[in-house]
């Protein structure tokens, strides 16, 4: 079992800057798929970032379109712990962010489905204001 619990969420003005921590309990196998989802009032839930960990390094990293160039996705293995740095925020990137895991990661490369993930934390809010 893989608990996930978020933290780092908060409110700034457009143009700032947050970073997102997702403390992971531990990992059970050696390939996992980490990712961050968020989901505005109203909307569907889409996929933010993806980052691979192939026996505890980081491998690739996958980004929607709309956070690229903006937000990067890390972690540190020493604490188990999987970051969401995002810069230059937008109003639109208000929502609630949560952090999942495909624990073991066993899918086609990519930022993956909702579906994919078998791990979910509660998620932080991230409210942006112009």
């Excluded at 026996?55 to 972690?75: E, M, N, P």
């Excluded at 899918?107 to 409210?127: A, D, F, S």
Aim: proline content about 3%.
């Amino acid at each position: 079992q893989v608990q996930l619990v978020e933290s780092g969420g908060g409110s700034v003005q457009a143009g700032g800057s947050l970073r997102l921590s997702c403390a992971v309990s531990r990992y059970t196998y050696k390939t996992n798929r980490m990712g961050w989802f968020r989901q505005a009032p109203g909307k569907e839930r889409e996929g933010v970032a993806a980052l691979y960990i192939l026996g505890g390094i980081s491998d690739s990293t996958y980004y929607a379109d709309s956070v690229k160039g903006r937000f990067t996705i890390s972690q540190d293995s020493a604490r188990n712990t999987v970051y969401l740095q995002m810069n230059n925020l937008k109003p639109e990137d208000t929502a609630l962010y949560s952090c999942a895991a495909e624990s073991p990661a066993t899918r086609p490369l990519g930022l993956g489905t909702i579906n994919e993930y078998n791990y979910w934390g509660q998620g932080t809010q991230v409210t942006v204001s112009s």
